[in-house]
């Protein structure tokens, strides 16, 4: 049997994956936190907040997943991806612009017409606290 941590990355790996999919044009995505995704986000976010996830996908396939608080009745809606792409950066930890760099440059064996994004969280950057 999975344990929480295993089970909860397994959860939103395959939403992202499943959700990236359907959204072939778009590099980023902003969802509601899977309890136990994030090892270092325990308990319930600040007072007026809320905990979402930023994804952001360097290529098909290798995502990068960034924890974040927001205020509360926040439209994600309204988001563009540099909007996210902004949030993400000021949330994740130093290095994370040569990260997704190297993300890009990985070059993966699964074609995206054939099998679907089948490599996921190649490397999964951890909130600042």
Known sequence: MKNHKALAVEI???????????????RLRIRNMVPGEFDDVVGPP???????????EAQPGARSRQAIALPLGTDTDVLTDRDLFD??????????????????KIKLPADRATTGRSVSNIRQTEPNT
């Open 12 to 26: 939103a790996t395959a939403g992202d994956m499943a959700w990236f999919e359907t959204h072939l044009d778009r």
């Open 46 to 56: 600040p007072v007026g907040m809320t905990w979402r996830t930023i994804v952001l």
């Open 87 to 104: 949030l993400f950066l000021q949330v994740a930890p130093s290095g994370a612009r040569a990260m997704i760099a190297s993300l890009r």
